[in-house]
């Protein structure tokens, strides 16, 4: 699948460390799903969708340079564009869904929230970040669910004081869902599929793999028996119960697996292998 080139239409700053880039392109793409991004001479990275419709948007956590590079780009720049690639959310129909996000992970919930609410679902959000300022999307998300988001920060600036995980647990005991889908962080992910393990709620994660080829040819993505970029990104909570990976390793540029470095940054589950990302 080649790479085909898009011109951007409008570049939004969201909060101080994520902006949104709006393309002039409508492609066919169920929420969950993604796009490698190219930036020539720079890299191709993938992408889920924040915006899906006649424009689609991605939108960015700048992290090293491509995500700089694709934040310094301005409406009439063009990128190259693979895809929609992968297996987004599975949608159901007059459910009561429960939404937990990370970060950046909040992203790709909104064209999900906009889609469930259009099966005739009511969406509740649990929407968390380090601190208020990088609070992503709440008011989209209240807008399309006519409910605000309950919000978490880890340093207290904003609603819940600490991981979004933690208030996670309490609202699905509150709100009683019928099914979680979540994305960001994946030790907040696989906390939330433990307690929805405990209470025998499906549950649906998208995750984040070291992806190149991004169509299931490379195996860099491999994530327990699963190429993230085609299975994934988004697994059931069935088939990642047995996957000992999830929350656990990731694989670095090289195939060699490194251990999710806990929250905050201080300790990781077990030791570091090799530093290389
Ligand atoms: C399915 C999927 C969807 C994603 N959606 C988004 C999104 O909507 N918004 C967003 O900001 N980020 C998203 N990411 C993560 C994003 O791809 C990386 O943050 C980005 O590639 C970092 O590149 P960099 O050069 O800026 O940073 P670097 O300094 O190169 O790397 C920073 C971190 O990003 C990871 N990374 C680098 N290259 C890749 C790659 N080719 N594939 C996966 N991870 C990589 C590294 O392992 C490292 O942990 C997604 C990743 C996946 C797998």
């Not at 080649?2 to 101080?16: K, Y």
């Not at 066919?28 to 993604?34: L, N, R, S, Y």
């Not at 004081?161 to 992910?189: I, K």
């Given at each position: 699948m080649r790479s085909r080139p898009?011109?951007?239409?409008?570049?939004?700053?969201?909060?101080?460390?994520?902006?949104?880039?709006?393309?002039?392109?409508?492609?066919?793409?169920?929420?969950?799903?993604?796009?490698m991004v190219w930036l020539p001479g720079v890299d191709e990275v993938p992408m889920g969708f924040s915006s899906i419709g006649p424009s689609a948007a991605i939108t960015i956590q700048r992290m090293g340079d491509a995500t700089e590079a694709l934040c310094a780009l301005d409406p009439g720049d063009r990128v190259g564009v693979r895809g929609p690639l992968g297996k987004g959310f599975e949608?159901?129909?007059?459910?009561?869904?429960?939404?937990?996000?990370?970060?950046?992970?909040?992203?790709?919930?909104?064209?999900?929230?906009?889609?469930?609410?259009?099966?005739?679902?009511?969406?509740y959000s649990a929407v968390g970040a380090r601190t208020r300022e990088e609070l992503l999307f709440i008011d989209r998300l209240a807008g399309i669910a006519g409910l605000a988001p309950e919000v978490a920060t880890d340093d207290g600036s904003q609603g819940h004081h600490g991981f979004v995980s933690n208030l996670a647990l309490r609202l699905m005991d509150e709100f009683r869902p019928d099914v979680v889908y979540t994305?960001?962080?994946e030790l907040m992910m696989?906390?939330?599929?433990?307690?929805?393990?405990?209470?025998?709620?499906?549950?649906?994660?998208?995750?984040?793999?070291?992806?190149?080829?991004?169509?299931?040819?490379?195996?860099?993505?491999?994530?327990?028996?699963y190429l993230v970029c085609r299975d994934g990104p988004v697994l059931s909570g069935e088939h990642l119960r047995g996957v000992p990976d999830f929350g656990?390793?990731?694989?670095?540029p090289s195939g060699v697996k490194v251990p999710f470095a806990a929250p905050g940054g201080g300790g990781s589950i077990g030791i570091r292998l090799r530093s290389e990302d």
């Amino acid at each position: 699948m080649r790479s085909r080139p898009v011109s951007i239409t409008e570049m939004r700053s969201e909060t101080p460390t994520q902006c949104t880039i709006v393309l002039d392109w409508e492609p066919e793409a169920q929420p969950g799903q993604f796009v490698m991004v190219w930036l020539p001479g720079v890299d191709e990275v993938p992408m889920g969708f924040s915006s899906i419709g006649p424009s689609a948007a991605i939108t960015i956590q700048r992290m090293g340079d491509a995500t700089e590079a694709l934040c310094a780009l301005d409406p009439g720049d063009r990128v190259g564009v693979r895809g929609p690639l992968g297996k987004g959310f599975e949608l159901l129909e007059g459910k009561r869904c429960l939404l937990v996000g990370g970060g950046n992970g909040v992203a790709p919930l909104v064209p999900l929230a906009e889609a469930l609410v259009a099966k005739g679902c009511r969406v509740y959000s649990a929407v968390g970040a380090r601190t208020r300022e990088e609070l992503l999307f709440i008011d989209r998300l209240a807008g399309i669910a006519g409910l605000a988001p309950e919000v978490a920060t880890d340093d207290g600036s904003q609603g819940h004081h600490g991981f979004v995980s933690n208030l996670a647990l309490r609202l699905m005991d509150e709100f009683r869902p019928d099914v979680v889908y979540t994305c960001g962080p994946e030790l907040m992910m696989r906390k939330v599929a433990d307690a929805c393990w405990e209470r025998s709620i499906p549950c649906q994660a998208s995750l984040e793999r070291y992806m190149k080829c991004g169509i299931g040819l490379c195996d860099a993505c491999a994530c327990g028996r699963y190429l993230v970029c085609r299975d994934g990104p988004v697994l059931s909570g069935e088939h990642l119960r047995g996957v000992p990976d999830f929350g656990s390793f990731k694989r670095g540029p090289s195939g060699v697996k490194v251990p999710f470095a806990a929250p905050g940054g201080g300790g990781s589950i077990g030791i570091r292998l090799r530093s290389e990302d």
